[in-house]
């Protein structure tokens, strides 16, 4: 993890400290843009959230602020009483295209996607399209057609499920590989796993893993979810 601070150029200048993967900062990758944070629409809560989009290949990170009561930093010779920790971890930018998606998919029919992926409230919305693999990925969430050079889309709810099962999938071999303890399974006093494994404690993992992913995608679309992993 790499620690960074970010200071205003006022005569009081604020403070930030930044949890961040070291390829957001990687300096050996090419310089065609600085990190910028902007202000998208929360697929989950349909708000504005806070993101980060990276160096080319242009990444989307996801910001997140974790904040306790009486929590502050050391930082050089000052005190900055706002002890915030801004943490920045990568994400798939197909999240933040699906609202999209959805909201055209109630027109029925197909169009590009830089008509698909528009918003006034939030214009930086159109920078997702210039994401790496972004366009290639499409293909897991619509039907795609191809007249002359250009493509259109149109949403496919089965597409999505198979994708979204992916996600849970990976999900759950991650949370065992990393051995974190889920459900009621968990002995509460020590939070160790017993190691005998059951359907349930399968089950336990599924809802987990169920539960992350909905994170990231509009509420019907998690409950869509949930009835197909059964």
């Not at 006022?10 to 990687?26: E, K, T």
């Not at 910028?36 to 990276?54: A, E, H, I, Q």
């Not at 900055?80 to 609202?99: K, W």
């Not at 990976?170 to 990393?178: D, H, N, Y």
Request: proline share 4%.
């Amino acid at each position: 993890m790499t620690t960074r601070r970010k200071r205003r150029t006022n005569a009081q200048a604020d403070q930030w400290v930044v949890i961040a993967a070291d390829s957001v900062l990687d300096s050996t990758a090419k310089k065609s843009s600085d990190p910028v944070f902007v202000r998208l629409r929360n697929p989950t809560t349909g708000d504005g959230s806070l993101y980060m989009f990276g160096s080319e290949p242009l990444q989307l990170y996801e910001v997140k602020a974790f904040n306790e009561d009486y929590h502050s930093w050391f930082i050089g010779q000052t005190v900055q009483q706002d002890g915030r920790l801004l943490y920045i971890t990568p994400m798939d930018p197909l999240y933040l295209v699906m609202p999209y998606l959805l909201k055209a998919a109630k027109e029925g029919k197909f169009q590009p996607v830089q008509q698909i992926v528009v918003d006034e409230d939030f214009p930086n919305c159109s920078r997702l399209l210039k994401c790496s693999h972004i366009l290639k990925s499409l293909c897991h969430v619509t039907e795609e057609k191809e007249v002359g050079s250009q493509k259109f889309h149109r949403y496919s709810q089965e597409k999505t499920m198979k994708w979204l099962n992916k996600k849970v999938d990976r999900t759950v071999k991650a949370l065992k590989s990393s051995q974190t303890c889920v459900g009621g399974g968990v002995k509460s006093s020590t939070f160790i796993r017993t190691t005998q494994q059951s359907d349930a404690q399968e089950e336990d993992y599924l809802r987990y893993a169920h539960g992350l992913i909905s994170e990231y995608i509009p509420e019907d679309l998690s409950k869509d979810l949930l009835k197909d992993l059964q």
